[in-house]
């Protein structure tokens, strides 16, 4: 799989078949290691082992019904009171990231209505600070770490 612009982790993949997966430690069973999910499980660990976030905290794919359509968030961290805190939105590297990107993660919290978003393709990084009164978000070089929510 190709480099990311994010820290290196050890993570457990086997073969099968025709491809190869990945264990998710949210899930905690292994997935299809795709492109999208190369990064995603980059994302993980950086939000547990950079950040502090814990895994309890954090969920994957989570469903969320949007217009009468079922879509899910890639990753979905709560704060400690169960609330939507950071959504993020994982693409393939291949991927550029473009307002549709913003777009769709900006539909997701309409609904969900998170603190953060994070954009990523796992080479580029965006992080934004919802601005709630002003109904924008606001570029950061970084999310906060957990102890500072």
Known sequence: MQTLNLPKYNFRIKSNENNYAIFDIIRKKYV???PEEWVRQ????????????????????KK???NNLT?????????????PDIIVECKAPSIKINQNAFDQIARYNLKLNANYLVVSNGLQHYYCKMDKINETYVFLKSIPNYKSL
Do not use: C, M, Q, W
């Not at 980059?42 to 794919?61: D, G, N, R, T």
């Not at 879509?71 to 609330?83: A, E, H, S, W, Y």
């Open 71 to 83: 879509k899910r968030t890639d990753i979905l961290v709560f704060n400690n009171k169960g609330k």
């Open 32 to 34: 299809v290691l795709t």
């Open 64 to 66: 969320l019904i949007l």
């Open 42 to 61: 980059h994302i993980i660990h950086f939000l547990i082992e950079e950040k502090k976030y814990p895994i309890s905290l954090i969920a994957v794919e």
